[in-house]
Structures are given as C-alpha cells and as structure tokens.
C-alpha cells in the first residue's frame, strides 16, 4: 500500500479516536435552540441571531471573508463604528519618518490564563498567522512598502503580494503609514487561519505564489489590529482605543484594486467589549485565541507593559510519527510531521512505559526505511530532513503512526512548542 495510503488511514484512525474520547469526557447538555428568525407566537416579540463578529474589509469583502473563516452566531457586543465615535487628534510633536529595523520592538502581548475582565478591556480574535509589520513611504517618487516580522526580519519578498496591494490602496496613496497586522491564511476545509498554511506560502517561491493566487487557493489576507505612524505623526503615544479609531478611518468605504481582489485582501480586524463570549466562541471554533488590549494603554515596545494579554486555547493536533530517537537502546521521543509533511519537533512529554513498550515491540517487526529514503516521501520545506534530526539515533518507520498531541503554539519555523503527547491510538499493519 503507498505510503500517503497508510497516513490516511493512519490519520483517520486517529480522528475517530479523538472523537471517542471528546464523547466520553463531555459533560451532559441540554439541546440549544436556535432563536426564532420568522417571529414569535403569540404576538411576542421575534428575537434576532446573535451578530457575528465581523472585520472591515477595504476590498467590500467582508461577508464572504466572514463566511470563509465560518465567524456565525457569536453573541457579541463590538465595540462603535467608525460612523459613531469621532477621530483623536493626532500629536503634532512626535514624528517617525520610517521604523529603524534595528531599534524598533513590536509590542507583544504577555500570555495569561484568563481573559481579563472589566470595561477599560477591549477584546480581538487573536489571528493564527505570520506578524507583518508594514512600513509604506508612498508619499514620494520613492515610493516603497517593507514588511517586518515580530523580530523585525525583512520578508518583503515572501509576502509581495501585500506589499503590491499596500502600494496600489486608494486608501494609502500619497502618504506615510506604519501597519501592525497579521499575515493569514484560511484553511478552506477547517474554516479557520491555518498556520501550517502560511508558512508554506512563505517559503513558496514566487512563481509558486502567483500559481496558487491564479487557481484561488489558500487566498492570503493582511489583518490589520494597529496603527503606529501616519504621515509622519508617531502615533505610538496615544491610547489604543483611539490609535484603532484611526486606523478604520484611513481604510473607511476604500475600494481595493479590482486586479488584487482575488489574490489577497487587506483586513481591519474588529474589536469587542465581552471578552468572556468570545473566549467562548473560539473554544467552540478552535480558532487560536483572544488578545485583550486596555482602551487607553499607549503602544509599548516588547512586552514591558501590562495592557496587552494573549489567552490561547491549547492546541490539539493530529501528527504522524515516522520514527523513534533512541538513547542507549531506549526509546527518547518521537519525530514528528504534518499530514502535509511539514516537520513539527519532537516529543517526549507522555510518551509513558505502555506507549514506549507498544513503539518498541511494533518497531522490532518493521523494515525501516533509510534517511535517504523517508526524506523522498516526505515533502520536508528544504527537501531534506531538518539538520537536528541527522545527529540523533533513530529507527524510521515503514509506515507512519498518528498520534493526538498538544501543544502551546507553533513558532515562526512552524515547530511545537512544549509539546505533550495525549493519545497513540493505532499502529499500521
């Protein structure tokens, strides 16, 4: 049997188990009934479908975004249109002409275990993407658009597709503006931002790029959640509450580039007063997280601050284990892969006796496949296996193994972070 063959397989094995398991540890629930949308007997009032939270798209493309990442049936309070709250003034003393590689920190939220409550709280979906800095200069003949990551990378070239669209916006033509935003990518089978996704459309190569815009596939989109710099005026010191306000006034009832349209979007993300139901709602989802930022809290570099906090939702993947590193004769951890081939780690952390037992004596009936030939059925980003693997003891697999882990995040190299293995509910034949 081929071995894409034996990971389906393998894969559905395990998704079947997953299943079982979610069954037996859910606790007993009354059915939910959907609100009435056609009115009410008895001359009562009709009650209206929980709003969706929603993003302000500059290309009017909102509602088909919206369903593409399936955001339906939130009960949620967003925070006023634009319409509705009027512009801050913009400080006139503190200029920044362009941002400094070198010097500048990104603000980054600290993790937390709870949303933090309370009215000074204003509350975003936290994105599964690549951070993308934008620095667009476009009120000169020199016109140039850059694009940073959180470490203040240039990766200008891996995302030219935003960098054209930021040039050609109505929106940003003849000005300076400094973007904080997110790089994404929808999965089009899970409804939500797939990281896996944008990584391996950041490491395409351009001609590969343009091959995926032209056939629709995995549509990227900038999502922007902060403005640091307009026209010159450092906006770093004003409350974000305001520095928000500012950002959906430049991108109000802007048009994008009918040429663009299909090949990548540019987003406003919104934001919300009830953490707590969005919290909610991404559980329900398994979208990545919520960000919660104070109304009135400046932008600060890095993480010196306490106005801006992450909570995630720990994710739970489905990995394919193409063989063991051992130590001393012993069994250490296991190497693990995407359904796509991706390379996502290693891991140690539950891999028990049972499981160690069940690996080794499965293992010793197995005819393992060479490093030279496991790197050919494995689409690994280089083309080869990752450089850590080829110092370590391991015995490889004939046939992939699917195991249920989790994990804290997955890094900018798309590695687990503190991974932790939950279930080994199958081994091929």
Not at 43 to 50: I, N, Q, T
Not at 341 to 347: A, D, E, N
Request: charged letters at 20%; a positive charge.
């Amino acid at each position: 049997m081929p071995a894409r063959s034996r990971a389906a397989r393998a894969v559905d094995a395990c998704k079947q188990l997953k299943l079982h398991l979610k069954q037996q540890q859910a606790p007993l629930r009354r059915p939910i009934t959907p609100p009435n949308l056609h009115g009410a007997r008895g001359g009562a009032r009709a009650r209206r479908m929980p709003r969706a939270p929603r993003l302000r798209t500059v290309a009017g493309q909102a509602k088909q975004f919206a369903a593409a990442t399936g955001t339906v049936n939130i009960p949620l309070q967003a925070y006023p249109s634009s319409a509705a709250r009027p512009a801050a003034a913009v400080p006139s003393a503190m200029h920044i002409s362009s941002i400094d590689p070198h010097t500048f920190v990104p603000m980054a939220p600290i993790l937390a275990d709870a949303i933090p409550q309370g009215p000074q709280w204003l509350h975003q979906l936290k994105w599964d993407g690549i951070r993308l800095i934008a620095d667009c200069s476009l009120a000169t003949k020199e016109r140039s658009v850059k694009l940073y990551t959180k470490r203040m990378l240039d990766r200008t070239s891996s995302f030219a597709m935003i960098e054209q669209a930021l040039a050609q916006l109505p929106a940003l033509q003849g000005r300076s503006v400094i973007l904080d935003g997110e790089a994404v990518v929808i999965d089009p089978r899970l409804h939500r931002p797939s990281f896996s996704l944008i990584l391996q459309r950041q490491r395409s190569s351009a001609a590969k790029q343009n091959e995926l815009a032209a056939q629709h596939r995995w549509p990227l989109s900038y999502v922007l959640f902060d403005l640091i710099a307009l026209d010159g005026h450092d906006l770093r010191s004003l409350p974000y509450e305001a520095r928000h306000q500012q950002l959906l006034n430049l991108f109000a009832q802007q048009a994008q580039d009918s040429s663009l349209s299909n090949t990548v979007s540019i987003q406003v993300a919104d934001v919300y007063d009830d953490g707590q139901a969005l919290w909610s709602w991404v559980k329900e989802h398994q979208w990545e997280g919520v960000v919660s930022k104070l109304r009135n809290a400046p932008y600060s570099s890095g993480k010196k601050h306490q106005a801006s906090f992450k909570c995630k939702k720990e994710l739970e993947i489905i990995a394919l284990t193409y063989g063991l590193v051992m130590n001393e004769g012993r069994i250490a951890s296991l190497i693990l892969f995407t359904e796509e081939g991706s390379y996502l780690g290693r891991v140690s952390s539950g891999l028990h006796q049972q499981y160690r037992e069940l690996l080794e004596t499965w293992a010793q009936h197995q005819q393992h496949d060479t490093k030279e030939q496991l790197a050919k059925q494995i689409s690994c980003p280089s083309n080869s296996l990752p450089q850590e693997l080829r110092r370590l003891t391991i015995r490889w697999f004939h046939a992939p193994v699917p195991c249920l882990v989790s994990a804290l995040e997955r890094n900018e190299s798309g590695l687990l972070r503190h991974p932790k293995l939950l279930a080994l509910p199958y081994l091929p034949e």
